[in-house]
């Protein structure tokens, strides 16, 4: 990942890069030109909202460090707490510069403003998301 790049077009790097898993799975995705809070809808008319977030270092206990990436969930500044509208019908977040997504239907998104993926969960602690890891047949219920 270059540093530097506006956070503007990495999110659309974002768009087009889930656009082209849901292609070559078949699916006819179109991107949405205004974000009201779906970025792409499927030709069934369900909407998918995208986020994505680069590779971070922290520190665990005992001064470990660990790779992770944090989502921010909220729409405005972290003092609004204020999770994501709810238009969506999946929240598909993209591990930056990897082929590593996770598919939540909406039903199953975390209910929290900040989420957190540690993709070596040996180095840090297990997630409870794996269920969801590049798991695209969800898309197909």
């Known amino acids: 990942m270059i540093q530097g790049i ?11 890069r889930v656009i082209s898993e849901l292609l ?10 205004f974000d009201s809070g779906i970025d792409i809808l499927l030709d069934d008319g369900r909407g998918i909202q995208v986020k994505t977030a680069r590779i971070s270092t922290r520190i665990g206990g005992k001064g470990a460090k660990y ?3 944090n989502f921010n969930l909220t729409g405005g500044r972290r ?17 930056n510069g ?10 199953e998104t975390p209910n929290q403003w900040h989420f957190q993926i540690t993709p070596d969960s040996k180095s840090y602690r297990k997630t409870p998301y794996e269920k ?3 798991n695209w047949e969800l898309l197909n219920h």
Do not use: C, Q
């Open 6 to 16: 506006n956070n503007h077009y990495v999110g659309l790097a974002a768009e087009y």
């Open 24 to 33: 070559i799975r078949g699916f006819n995705p179109a991107r949405l030109m």
């Open 67 to 69: 790779l992770t990436y």
């Open 79 to 95: 003092r609004n707490r204020k999770i994501i509208n709810d238009k969506y019908d999946f929240l598909i977040f993209w591990l």
């Open 98 to 107: 990897t082929d590593t997504f996770y598919i939540f239907p909406k039903s």
């Open 132 to 134: 969801y890891k590049n």
